[in-house]
């Protein structure tokens, strides 16, 4: 079918490379790592390619109306996966945006003043994006796989002790036991596939690179991509060894609504993140029915594009079209979802993939197993723990409430005024405090009398009743 235009673009792009890390082979809990140069180029190199591809009005599949000089925040989207891997995502989505929306001169503004100032760097563009934290607990759409105790683990540990696995870990004894010299103490198991130390330090390390016997890096590569894709793909489209893939499909269909809808100026959303959810979405949309070679971990820089196509007349309505770039590779590749062999109808596309996304926090929850948690002073308390919270809470305010009365009743005793010298009065009102000084006068027989008050009501005593050192109370 002859398509004419491209609405708009879903662009899900890998970060580039980065110095080695482990994975927790239960739990995927990570260590920390860094980008590399290296990894920065790959990604600017395909920023360069999207902005050749979908930003120049020469290209077949220019995106139309879409303002390419300078970017335009409401027409371009970025969302940025912020948990395992967070800073070299970060970083290369940086270095993507940089080779997109290259500085530009005319990135300036007119003061008041007649001045006029240029953007640093010759017009540097600045792209928002938006940073998906995991760890805070506010999003879980871009890493899903993580802290998901009960269904997710419980998955990994199925596939380690399914028949299939035993066969293939069996398969893999001789290069397991052959490359215990070149990973230095690492495990050397299925389990613990050890193919991202050695291609780091194939990249990196020149003397380990001139040391490393040939195909080992192959046969790692090998074994590593048939543990990931167990790991992160489900025959079933809801299941949960596809959750990278059903989190971010939310994302993936409520931007191509939006870039439907006429009224909405967005056209090109980018979401930059790591290898799970490729192996997830392939698995769910079936490319791998037809690319079984995709069934693993993608290269650095790798992207997918999902181009929204308004079909030409008489069939106007809008389809999509899937491609693929596996990093270094020159261009993008057609491959093809659901079983179609050419565009699919952006309607059916919606109508298979919407029962598998989680749209939310709440369902990934449940999803998971995972009991609720409240964020406290950037800890996640689960209901078990909120009542020993707020004892806690309780008691620290009740030493703080006793502090302050104990501090204010000190100061209070500071400042009470004490006269100089014996503190006695000739006359005094017997009725005067807490105590009726005039009853007790009486009941002792001492007489009293009056001065000349209007009122006549308070009897004074003479100083001769009172002790030498009276109590006064005051």
């Not at 989505?93 to 006029?116: D, S, W």
């Amino acid at each position: 079918m002859l398509l004419s235009k491209v609405l708009g673009v879903v662009l899900i792009a890998r970060n580039g490379d980065r110095y080695n890390y482990y994975q927790d082979p239960f739990t995927y809990a990570a260590s920390e790592t860094e980008t590399t140069a290296l990894g920065e180029v790959e990604s600017n190199h395909l920023g360069t390619l999207i902005r050749s591809t979908y930003f120049d009005s020469r290209s077949p599949s220019y995106i139309e109306g879409i303002r390419s000089d300078l970017v335009d925040n409401n027409e371009v989207k970025v969302r940025v996966k912020a948990g395992v891997e967070g800073s070299v995502v970060f970083d290369s989505a940086i270095a993507l945006l940089q080779g997109l929306f290259p500085p530009n001169p005319n990135n300036k503004i007119v003061l008041a003043n007649e001045t006029t100032v240029v953007a640093p760097l010759g017009g540097y563009q600045y792209v928002p994006g938006m940073h998906r934290n995991r760890r805070t607990g506010n999003d879980r759409s871009l890493e899903s796989w993580t802290n998901c105790p009960v269904k997710f683990e419980k998955h990994i540990k199925q596939f380690y002790s399914s028949a299939d696995f035993k066969t293939k870990a069996k398969e893999a004894v001789p290069f397991f036991s052959a490359v215990k010299d070149y990973v230095f103490g690492r495990p050397t198991t299925l389990e613990n596939a050890i193919f991202d130390y050695i291609n780091s330090e194939l990249t990196h390390n020149r003397t380990y690179a001139h040391r490393l016997p040939p195909t080992f890096v192959e046969q790692a590569r090998y074994w590593a991509n048939y543990h990931e894709n167990g790991v992160f793909s489900d025959e079933d489209i809801n299941g949960v060894g596809n959750i990278a893939g059903r989190t971010i499909l939310h994302t993936i269909l409520s931007s191509l609504e939006r870039i439907a809808f006429n009224g909405d100026p967005l056209q090109f959303m980018l979401v930059e993140t790591t290898y799970q959810p490729f192996i997830s979405f392939f698995q769910q949309t079936g490319v791998i029915g037809e690319h079984p070679e995709l069934a693993g971990i993608p290269d650095y820089a790798s992207a997918i594009a999902i181009e929204l196509r308004r079909g030409s007349a008489p069939d106007v309505r809008d389809f999509l079209r899937v491609k693929f770039k596996n990093g270094s590779a020159s261009n993008f590749e057609d491959v093809h979802v659901f079983g179609h062999h050419a565009d699919i109808p952006l309607t059916e596309f919606i109508y298979r993939a919407e029962n598998a996304a989680i749209v939310s926090n709440k369902q990934w929850m449940e999803v998971c197993g995972a009991k609720p948690s409240i964020d406290i002073l950037g800890m996640n308390a689960s209901p078990d723990s909120i009542f020993f919270y707020v004892m806690a809470c309780i008691a620290l305010a009740g030493v703080i409430f006793t502090s302050v009365q104990f501090i204010k009743h000190r100061r209070a005793a500071q400042r009470r005024l004490k006269l100089q010298g014996e503190e006695v009065s000739q006359v005094v009102y017997a009725d005067y405090g807490s105590i009726t000084r005039a009853a007790k006068a009486s009941e002792e027989g001492v007489h009293g009398t009056t001065l000349g008050n209007p009122f006549d009501e308070h009897v004074f005593v003479g100083a001769d009743y009172y002790p030498e050192r009276p109590l006064w109370i005051l």
